[in-house]
């Protein structure tokens, strides 16, 4: 009974993990080549997101510490295009696998970021500097360039879009940027 | 005395801080699991030769396609250059090609669970569908300008 009201208590992401370490069984017991090579691909990221996860804790802290409500009306409020340009740039800058930055993002939306700016920067994580010499290398600058110029202009449309489809009102705007 | 009253102050406020940031990554960590778990079991699944035998001639067709598999796939952006660099060499379409490379990292359909618990569903839900369609629009666009440049 006990057993049951705890389960009962867990998150729906704990069913979640439990339901794929359960394929996993299955893959153990039926395939077991396939789960000995996806468990050594799950090892592999885990490996490489360790230093991100810790530098998106020390970021999380810093912007816990840093940004507050209070912070980011006084830095992004009134500047028009340029509260935009701080998301696409803080977008770039961001590395890591995406769902590594929802908790930061959750963090930032109850202080008061918008919807829009969320899924600017969320846009904005597809380009990555470090990566683009590599694209190069595949597809030519002139039309990386293009690509980066046309996916920066989208990312605002989306945010906009969002906006529009979250039904964030002016007002909410004008406050809460 | 008031200096050492502010200290005090700072040291609490950055124990919250520290202490909220782990709380928020603790709820986020099953996810996260999960999340890499069903990456490396699709990874080993799906062989590398499905997407390049899936796409036809059809531009049009071809991005939509091109979008769908970005779309479901996941990874480092890294390796979906590499995928399109090969889709290109086979001769497959660069409005494709772009369609694919784009919604491989800004749709993603796997993270979704992830995104619907911490970021909220309907949010969730729009900014994917949104990604998704744009990817081919984007696609579109930015092909359409090279040619127009070179």
Same mark, same amino acid.
């Given at each position: 009974?006990?057993f049951?009201?705890?389960?009962?208590?867990?998150?729906g992401?704990?069913?979640?993990?439990g339901?794929?370490?359960f394929?996993?069984?299955?893959?153990?017991?039926?395939?077991?080549?396939?789960?000995?090579?996806?468990?050594?691909?799950?090892?592999?990221?885990?490996?490489?997101?360790i230093p991100?996860?810790?530098?998106?804790?020390?970021?999380? #802290?810093? #912007?816990?510490?840093?940004?507050?409500?209070?912070?980011?009306?006084?830095h992004?409020?009134?500047?028009?295009?340029?509260?935009?340009?701080?998301?696409?740039?803080?977008?770039?800058?961001?590395?890591?696998?995406?769902?590594?930055?929802?908790?930061?993002?959750?963090?930032?939306?109850?202080?008061?970021?918008?919807?829009?700016?969320?899924?600017?920067?969320?846009?904005n994580?597809?380009?990555?500097?470090?990566?683009?010499p590599?694209?190069i290398?595949?597809?030519?600058?002139?039309?990386?360039?293009?690509?980066?110029?046309?996916?920066?202009?989208? #990312?605002i449309?989306?945010?906009?879009?969002?906006?529009?489809?979250?039904e964030?009102?002016?007002n909410?705007?004008?406050n #809460?940027? | 005395?008031?200096e050492?009253i502010?200290?005090?102050?700072n040291?609490?406020?950055?124990k919250?801080?520290?202490?909220?940031?782990?709380?928020?990554?603790w709820?986020?960590?099953?996810?996260?699991l999960?999340?890499?778990?069903?990456?490396?079991?699709i990874?080993?699944?799906?062989?590398?030769?499905?997407?390049?035998?899936?796409?036809?001639?059809?531009?049009?067709?071809?991005?939509?396609?091109?979008?769908?598999?970005?779309?479901?796939?996941?990874?480092?952006?890294?390796?979906?250059?590499?995928?399109g660099?090969?889709?290109?060499?086979?001769?497959?379409?660069?409005?494709?090609?772009?369609?694919?490379?784009v919604?491989?990292?800004?749709?993603g359909l796997i993270?979704?669970?992830?995104?619907f618990?911490?970021?909220?569903?309907?949010?969730?839900?729009l900014?994917n569908?949104?990604a998704?369609?744009?990817?081919?629009?984007?696609?579109?666009?930015?092909?359409?300008?090279?040619e127009?440049?070179?």
């Open positions: 009974m006990k049951k009201n705890k389960l009962k208590q867990l998150p992401a704990w069913y979640f993990l339901t794929i370490i394929i996993y069984i299955l893959f153990l017991i039926f395939n077991y080549e396939t789960y000995l090579d996806s468990l050594e691909f799950f090892n592999q990221i885990i490996l490489k997101i991100i996860f810790i530098i998106v804790f020390i970021l999380m #802290s810093l #912007s816990n510490y840093l940004i507050t409500p209070k912070f980011i009306i006084k992004l409020k009134n500047k028009g295009l340029k509260k935009w340009f701080f998301v696409i740039l803080g977008g770039i800058l961001s590395s890591g696998p995406i769902y590594m930055w929802y908790p930061f993002l959750a963090d930032l939306k109850n202080k008061g970021l918008n919807y829009g700016l969320i899924a600017c920067f969320l846009y994580r597809a380009i990555k500097i470090p990566l683009l590599l694209a290398i595949y597809f030519s600058w002139q039309y990386i360039l293009i690509l980066v110029i046309v996916m920066m202009i989208i #990312s449309i989306q945010g906009l879009i969002i906006n529009k489809l979250m964030v009102k002016k909410e705007n004008c #809460s940027i | 005395m008031k050492n502010n200290n005090k102050m040291n609490t406020l950055i919250q801080s520290i202490f909220k940031s782990a709380k928020g990554l709820l986020a960590l099953p996810m996260i999960g999340t890499i778990l069903l990456i490396s079991l990874s080993v699944i799906v062989p590398k030769s499905f997407y390049t035998l899936v796409f036809s001639k059809n531009p049009f067709i071809d991005s939509f396609i091109g979008s769908l598999i970005g779309s479901i796939s996941a990874g480092n952006p890294i390796t979906s250059y590499i995928f660099g090969e889709m290109l060499d086979q001769g497959i379409g660069l409005i494709a090609v772009t369609a694919f490379i919604s491989w990292v800004t749709v993270q979704l669970p992830a995104e618990v911490i970021l909220g569903k309907k949010f969730a839900l900014r569908i949104t998704f369609m744009l990817s081919i629009i984007v696609a579109i666009i930015t092909v359409f300008l090279l127009v440049i070179i």
